[in-house]
């Protein structure tokens, strides 16, 4: 087996063990959970790449494969993208504190992927990622599994205003809670509990 073909395997190896798979449409790419599952796994992915001797079995002379450098390459890389997709994703419209949040960690990975790929290019997807997502407050919401979750919840708010005679009143009423119950802001106006007087 060729130094190649070692570290294919190498990398099939953890891919298997998160229960990775690849997709028979979009060419082969990792496509929904599967992103999501690399980026929760992306320290066993790394390890892989770590330095490892392997025994040539035509010459019997030992290779060594992969690299330290590879390993935290690869770890710096899939962190940043696993920190973003954990507010990126949210289906709500994002606090004050998650948007400069997300901006930080946005325009670090702007700056830290061209340094350390000099030979890539930043994708359309990553440019807007990068410039354009945090004008909006919500990236989830656009997406298609924030459409159904907000979906799901319109469903179950759209059943308990059924009552209303009118279509048009039971929708306002509907769309009403539902921003409501998305809207960080809400948090301001829940009552606090009273401190007891002595």
């Known amino acids: 087996m060729t130094v190649l073909g070692i570290s294919l395997v190498l990398l099939i190896m953890p ?12 060419g082969g790419a990792f496509v929904g959970n599967d992103c999501i599952r690399i980026l929760d796994g992306r320290e066993i992915i790394a390890k892989v790449l770590k330095p490892q001797q392997f025994l040539s079995l035509h010459n019997n002379q030992q290779h060594i494969i992969g690299s330290d450098t590879q390993s935290q390459l690869a770890l710096g890389l899939l962190a940043r993208l696993h920190d973003l997709h954990n507010i990126y994703s949210a289906a709500r419209p994002l606090c004050d504190h998650e ?9 670090e990975y702007g700056h830290w992927y061209p340094i350390n790929f000099p030979t890539h290019r930043i994708t359309p997807k ?11 407050r919500t990236i989830g919401m656009f997406s298609e599994q924030g459409g159904e979750a907000i979906h799901t919840v319109f469903n179950k708010l759209d059943r308990q205003y059924v009552y209303m005679g009118s279509d048009v009143k039971r929708l306002e009423s509907t769309m009403q809670r539902c921003i409501r119950l998305h809207d960080p802001s809400i948090l301001d106006l829940v009552r606090r509990p009273r401190s007891k007087q002595k």
């Open 15 to 26: 891919i298997t063990r998160l229960q990775v798979r690849r997709q028979r449409y979009h």
């Open 99 to 107: 948007i400069s949040s997300f901006c930080y960690n946005a325009y």
């Open 126 to 136: 990553m440019h807007v990622m990068i410039y354009h997502m945090p004008k909006y």
